[in-house]
């Protein structure tokens, strides 16, 4: 059983920045695709970014390309969403999720609960 718990969402300003952290437990998580997957009010769940388990390559939405860096520390099992130049846009609820596929779409298999992340203009 994997269990993901998110932190770091709040309020803020926009071009204000925040770091997500998204501490996995229960099996260890390093060859797996971690990703930061996002639902906005009345809206679908969109991908935001992932890092695959081997190798680390990156993948991002070309909404927040140039703005959020997505990170692991394997020693940790945790992974990271730097998110800088923030928009209103970005306002949503950000899930941590997790797959043995490396993939960008919002189809993972396993989800955390999610942490509120506010952008005020």
């Known amino acids: 059983q994997v269990q993901l718990v998110e932190s770091g969402g709040g309020l803020v300003q926009a071009g204000d920045s925040l770091r997500l952290s998204c501490a996995a437990s229960?099996?260890?998580?390093?060859?797996?695709?971690m990703a930061w997957i996002r639902q906005a009010p009345g809206k679908e769940r969109e991908f935001v970014a992932a890092?695959?388990?081997?190798?680390?390559?990156?993948v991002y939405a070309d909404s927040v390309k140039g703005r959020f860096t997505i990170s692991r520390d394997k020693a940790k099992n945790t992974v990271y969403l730097q998110m800088n130049s923030l928009k209103p846009e970005d306002t949503a609820v950000y899930y941590c999720?997790?797959?043995?596929?490396?993939?960008?779409?919002?189809?993972?298999?396993?989800w955390g609960q999610g942490t509120q992340v506010t952008v005020s203009s």
């Open positions: 999720a997790a797959d043995f596929m490396y993939r960008s779409d919002p189809k993972y298999k396993y």
């Open positions: 229960g099996r260890t998580l390093s060859s797996y695709t």
């Open positions: 890092i695959a388990g081997i190798g680390s390559s990156t």
